[in-house]
């Protein structure tokens, strides 16, 4: 089985829809990082955690909001999606001090 | 603030020819500097860093590459490509003592048959 997981893999939904992103991870790594990819630009970091109870704004947060569940669950939602939130979107982990990052297969969002 | 360039968004290489991808770094103190390469349809998968101690760094896949500090490079080299090394590279880098890192715009390697 994947160390990280997403769901759901492809996912097409209407501009104003609520979207709800999930990742699991099994690598016991207390942090967890959301990232999404546009072509050209690479990837930009838009939440992450370093535990439970801590989350943290990455570089183009806003039209996002996280839920860190547990040590394994950290989930991504679009209250009300656009179409420039056309994109993929990675989960990646990370063991405290640890420097490589461990990534999801990722999910393709596409809002029409 | 930190940053990375990829100057390039594409190399082009015959199989068996040697490979250079470029990156260039900006940040503050000492760097912590990564690869990673994507596959298609695949996430990002981790293919060697650099930390402190020998500027030449081995990877998976017979990938090195070599961290420049007085031209804040960290150029990624394979001395003889092969037709499945064709991906996405991304480089990225982590200021010393800080979580974050940032990524550059990935470079797209072609090696040709």
């Known amino acids: 089985d994947a160390d990280v997981t997403q769901t759901p893999r492809n996912r097409i939904t209407k501009t104003g829809k609520r979207i709800m992103l999930e990742c699991s991870q099994t690598?016991?790594?207390?942090?967890m990082y959301w990232y999404r990819q546009d072509p050209g630009l690479g990837l930009r970091l838009i939440y992450y955690?370093?535990?439970?109870?801590?989350?943290n704004k990455g570089e183009i947060s806003d039209g996002y909001s996280v839920s860190r569940q547990a040590q394994a669950k950290f989930s991504l939602s679009l209250e009300s999606a656009i179409p420039n939130q056309t994109a993929l979107y990675f989960c990646?982990?990370?063991?405290?001090?640890?420097?490589?990052?461990?990534f999801g297969p990722g999910t393709r969002l596409t809002v029409l | 603030a930190q940053s990375v360039a990829q100057p390039e968004d594409q190399v082009n290489v015959a199989e068996g020819n040697p490979l250079t991808v470029k990156c260039t770094y900006s940040?503050?103190?000492?760097?912590?500097l990564f690869w990673y390469v994507q596959y298609p349809n695949r996430g990002l998968q981790f293919l060697l860093k650099y930390i402190t101690g020998d500027n030449l760094v081995k990877g998976s896949y017979g990938f090195e590459a070599e961290f420049n500090k007085s031209q804040t490079s960290f150029h990624l080299k394979k001395p003889s490509a092969l037709v499945s090394d064709s991906a996405l590279y991304f480089c990225a880098v982590r200021p010393g003592g800080y979580q974050k890192v940032t990524f550059g715009t990935g470079t797209k390697l072609q090696v040709i048959p």
């Open positions: 690598k016991g790594h207390d942090r």
């Open positions: 955690s370093f535990d439970v109870k801590d989350i």
């Open positions: 940040v503050s103190g000492n760097p912590y």
């Open positions: 990646a982990t990370g063991g405290a001090g640890a420097d490589t990052q461990y």
